[in-house]
T-cell receptor, first 116, second 110 residues
């Protein structure tokens, strides 16, 4: 079946630095990818919609200059957390829409970010 | 706005059936999904149902949709200890964004 891969699965970075998380659709082309954030024991919160070849659409309250999203190809979207702070520590999950019948949406394995 | 609600916790005995319920508010939702999340992992797509269907069965999983009441349920037959996880229902908006419920933690007792 369709697979979405995220990398890295875990990353620790120092406060003030930037970190990039990749989301790849491995066996299908994804014109649209989504980035979510999940706090411990909570549900997923949509951060932004990533469209190939155009600017991402951010949800209300999400800082676009802090969470940079680039969807350069039909199989890759990246999320860069800039000038990270401890409160950015979270579980970040991407998803991709196949566009096939059912508009199946698959999720990556998630990336744990810890900012120290 | 859109809202999806789920009960927070369900405990069942191994071998019994589990029923996880979900209500949603957006009547224009086209697809409704069930995902499973194990500790520290991403979301695994279990099944989905198109809004013009009222039932979908896939092996041990049965999804029932009552569109009039905006109620969705997931029944897991012969629940196993490996089914212990958090189950999220989600509705798909017209822009394919998913609105998630709070998740139901399923605990399967031996």
């Amino acid at each position: 079946g369709a697979v979405v891969s995220q990398h890295p699965s875990r990353v620790i970075c120092k406060s003030g630095t930037s970190v990039k998380i990749e989301c790849r659709s491995l066996d299908f082309q994804a014109t649209t990818m989504f980035w979510y954030r999940q706090f411990p024991k909570q549900s997923l919160m949509l951060m932004a919609t990533s469209n190939e070849g155009s600017k991402a659409t951010y949800e209300q309250g999400v800082e676009k200059d802090k969470f940079l999203i680039n969807h350069a190809s039909l199989t890759l979207s990246t999320l860069t957390v800039t000038s990270a702070h401890p409160e950015d520590s979270s579980f970040y999950i991407c998803s991709a829409r196949t566009g096939s019948v059912g508009n199946t949406i698959y999720f990556g394995e998630g990336s744990w970010l810890t900012v120290v | 706005g859109e809202d999806v609600e789920q009960s927070l916790f369900l405990s069942v005995r191994e071998g019994d059936s589990s029923v996880i319920n979900c209500t949603y508010t957006d009547s224009s939702s086209t697809y409704l999904y069930w995902y499973k999340q194990e500790p520290g992992a991403g979301l695994q797509l279990l099944t989905y149902i198109f809004s013009n269907m009222d039932m979908k069965q896939d092996q041990r999983l049965t999804v029932l949709l009552n569109k009039k009441d905006k109620h969705l349920s997931l029944r897991i037959a012969d629940t196993q200890t490996g089914d212990s996880a958090i189950y999220f229902c989600a509705e798909s908006t017209s822009s394919y964004k998913l609105i998630f419920g709070s998740g139901t933690r399923l605990l399967v007792r031996p």
